[in-house]
């Protein structure tokens, strides 16, 4: 019973998530805030009641399917000292 529920959760997330593809590109963003604040308890209810191994492959999933994708997150955490807006111009200073 707990996991159809905890699929059932999931599925409608999933469903929501597209629908952002068909608004407005700046209405997007808030949908992804959205989508962040209704996953996360989504997120803590799959990991309690089917366990932790399938929490984070639903955190994974998740991330990938929002519009920031991980990899951006993973490559600004790895390289702090690069400004976002710097593009690969050399610093005027040098």
Known sequence: M???????LVLVWVLAANVPL???DR????AGYALVLLG????GFVTWQVGPV?????????AAMLRWPPLTLGRALLHPT???GNKGLSDPAE
């Open 82 to 84: 690069q400004a976002r």
């Open 22 to 24: 068909l608004v407005a």
């Open 40 to 43: 996360v308890p989504i997120l």
């Open 27 to 30: 209405r997007r963003r808030a």
């Open 54 to 62: 399938w929490g984070l492959i639903l955190l994974g999933l998740g």
């Open 2 to 8: 707990a996991v159809a529920a905890c699929l059932a």
